[in-house]
């Protein structure tokens, strides 16, 4: 197996129990600096790299803090989320904010701000001018949607000319344009088409598409895109038989493009950035929860303390994550379970006929590569309340960066007060 090694072993791992009781979500400071610094190193063949980091994969101020230091910036789509990277220390260009279907107030905090604003559409120029009193920040960036042009996408993004995202080819250069009539200096490209997608030539594909639109955009507009952004969508191998993304080969494979047709359009140095969440912080985030218990019907089951609302992925869309028993790391997966949660839906699973090691009640079961949209996806149905937040920090102490949830956070909206005087 080249599951993403968990970094507690048995004993260090009951010892955190004592203090932190399961379920919980740990994360491992150094696998993701280490991770972060080999991704900004693939692509620091670009005059000027950017990684803004999608703040849905992982909205922990403590996690942003550390990528901050690292020199990312924020991918937001959120009024939370924009205070989120405020409050983490990524400001003003660090900051994009790609929304859609966005109230004003949201885009008046990002102007006010001085973060990014890419537009999802041609209407939302006028609608965010009229919000800024009849103004547009200096700097603006469209979203494209290449419709049937790109080929490909997936089950969880879908396929382009079926995404509620960006403007088309025709709008694109009608919003430049626009904006460039209403005084905007500065101009960025945007695009976003993939989710986990493990192919690296869809990205050199996706760079194309994107690299073709600058140009039309300089032809059609005269206006000269200062930086692109291509986007998150990079995959990680949950599977044990997937493979990684090589970033350094992607990174080359771009840069062949960019040197065949952004040098030659005088438009170098040309910002390249990504907006990845699920490669960087995905792997080095695991959920840690214990078999309470066992129950043998038509099938064998194991019930943990964690369940669905806690990592929504395999119920949702029976994601695959990898499972390990802590302390029967090398035993040999002679069982087969379904591995369950306690919400009363039956896709609440976190393994479905998974070969595991004998699990007796008490143990901890490690779920891997949940560092990424796994507590943020997180919910409250059927009064579930999530799991709080760890980090192993580089010198190997834990902190708590989220505490669990209370019955208190639960009823924090209601007013039972209200009741004694309300007659039904
Ligand atoms: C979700 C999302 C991302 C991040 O995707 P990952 O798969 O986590 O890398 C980036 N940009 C936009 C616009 C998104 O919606």
Same mark, same amino acid.
Request: hydrophobic letters at 35%; one cysteine or more; proline letters at 10%.
């Given at each position: 197996m080249r599951m993403n090694k968990f970094p507690l072993n048995k004993e260090q791992l009951k010892e955190l129990v004592k203090k932190y009781p399961t379920p919980f979500y740990l994360y491992d400071e150094k696998g993701i600096v280490e991770n972060i610094r080999y991704f900004k190193k693939a692509f620091s063949i670009f005059p000027k790299f950017r990684e803004f980091f999608a703040v849905k994969a992982c909205p922990n101020p403590y996690i942003m803090r550390i990528l901050e230091k690292e020199g990312c910036g924020a991918d937001c789509s959120s009024l939370p989320e924009l205070i989120l990277a405020q409050k983490s220390g990524m400001t003003g260009h660090m900051v994009? #904010? &790609?929304? $859609? !279907? &966005? *109230?004003a107030e949201e885009f008046i905090l990002a102007a006010k701000q001085g973060n990014i604003i890419n537009f999802d559409d041609i209407t939302h120029v006028e609608f965010v001018r009229n919000a800024l009193g009849g103004t547009l920040p200096d700097t603006v960036c469209f979203r494209y949607n290449p419709g049937s042009e790109k080929h490909g996408g997936n089950s %969880? %993004?879908?396929?382009p000319e079926e995404a509620k995202y960006g403007l088309t080819k025709e709008q694109m250069i009608e919003g430049y344009k626009l904006c460039k009539k209403y005084g905007v200096k500065h101009f960025g490209l945007h695009t976003m088409v993939a /989710? $986990?997608?493990? +192919? *690296? !030539?869809f990205f050199t594909d996706t760079a194309r598409i994107v690299f073709d639109m600058v140009l039309l955009v300089q032809k059609e507009v005269g206006v000269n895109i200062e930086f692109v952004d291509l986007g998150g969508?990079?995959? %990680?191998?949950?599977? *044990?038989e997937q493979k990684k993304v090589d970033l350094e080969y992607v990174a080359k494979e771009i840069r062949k493009l960019y040197d065949q047709m952004i040098v030659p359009a005088g438009l170098d140095p040309m910002g390249i950035s990504f907006e990845c969440g699920r490669p960087i912080t995905g792997p080095y985030g695991w959920l840690v929860t214990t078999a309470i218990h066992e129950k043998h019907i038509y099938r064998d089951y194991i019930g943990c303390d964690a369940c669905m609302a806690d990592l929504m992925r395999p119920g949702m869309y029976g994601a695959w994550h990898g499972i390990t028993v802590s302390g029967k790391e $090398? @035993? *040999?997966?002679?069982h087969v379970y379904d591995v369950t949660g /306690?919400?009363?839906? +039956?896709? =609440?699973? #976190?393994?479905?006929q998974r070969s595991l090691p004998k699990i007796d009640k008490g143990d901890l079961l490690i779920i891997h590569?949940?560092? @990424?949209h796994g507590r943020s996806m997180g919910f409250n149905y059927n009064g579930k309340l999530r799991a709080g937040e760890l980090l192993l920090r580089s010198d190997g102490s834990v902190m708590q960066i989220r505490r669990k949830e209370t019955v208190e956070d639960y009823f924090a &909206?209601? =007013? #039972? @007060?209200g009741l004694d005087s309300f007659k039904a």
């Open positions: 994009m #904010f &790609t929304s $859609n !279907d &966005t *109230p %969880i %993004i879908g396929k /989710s $986990n997608e493990l +192919n *690296p !030539d969508g990079v995959g %990680i191998p949950y599977k *044990p $090398n @035993a *040999p997966a002679d /306690s919400l009363c839906e +039956n896709c =609440d699973k #976190f393994a479905v590569d949940a560092g @990424a &909206t209601l =007013d #039972f @007060a």
